[in-house]
């Protein structure tokens, strides 16, 4: 774990919550707050904004591993959920729910750094592959936008494919703007004066 790690333990039991504090302790770096109550995590994570979660359930329901997977924002922080015991599909849809580790058999306190660790590393790979997918999909659409405008621009002023592109191109280097940009203003207006 990296130096200073803030973790957040949702635990109703004060006696566990103590326990996995105390492991979490011994590997150093690391401050731990617990929060017994569940309903209280979005708010608890809100306030103190944790590096990374950790949730002790015994034996979660469909509905349970949704809310808390939800409220402890999957998508800002890894999440580790601990359970003593899971129904047929309960790991698929917490993990669909975007946690990053789903342990069954209960949280053993040897075992918490690696599985931290893991769910560290898993969460950051999946916010990249988000990020690559976010981007690929951004330059697809501005890809179909420059088609557009070329379209326009052949039609328009009777150019080829390769001259229209290349007009593109010199109008957004002339006016310091993407390329994009200046496909997509010449498709707002030539969509306006149709």
Do not use: W
Not at 28 to 49: F, I, K, N, P, W
């Amino acid at each position: 774990m990296t130096t200073q790690l803030s973790i957040t333990i949702v635990e109703p039991d004060p006696a566990r919550a103590a326990l996995i504090a105390g492991s979490l302790c011994e590997t150093g770096g690391c401050q731990v707050r617990v929060t017994a109550d569940a309903a209280a995590l979005a708010s608890e994570l809100r306030d103190h904004s944790p590096d990374i979660v950790l949730i002790d359930i015994e034996n979660p329901s469909r509905d349970m591993l949704e809310e808390l997977a939800l409220a402890s924002g999957p998508q800002e922080r890894p999440v580790a959920m601990f359970v003593d015991r899971s129904a047929d599909g309960l790991s698929t849809a917490a993990i669909e729910a975007g946690v990053s580790a789903y342990v069954v058999d209960g949280l053993k306190p040897e075992r918490l750094k690696p599985i931290l660790d893991a769910a560290i590393t898993r969460f950051k790979l999946f916010q990249r592959m988000r990020k690559e997918l976010e981007e690929t999909k951004r330059a697809l659409e501005e890809r179909k936008v420059i088609d557009r405008a070329k379209g326009i621009l052949m039609k328009a002023r009777g150019l080829n494919e390769e001259q229209a592109y290349a007009l593109l191109r010199k109008t957004a280097m002339d006016q310091g703007k993407r390329l994009g940009d200046v496909a997509s203003a010449l498709v707002t207006a030539a969509e306006l004066l149709s």
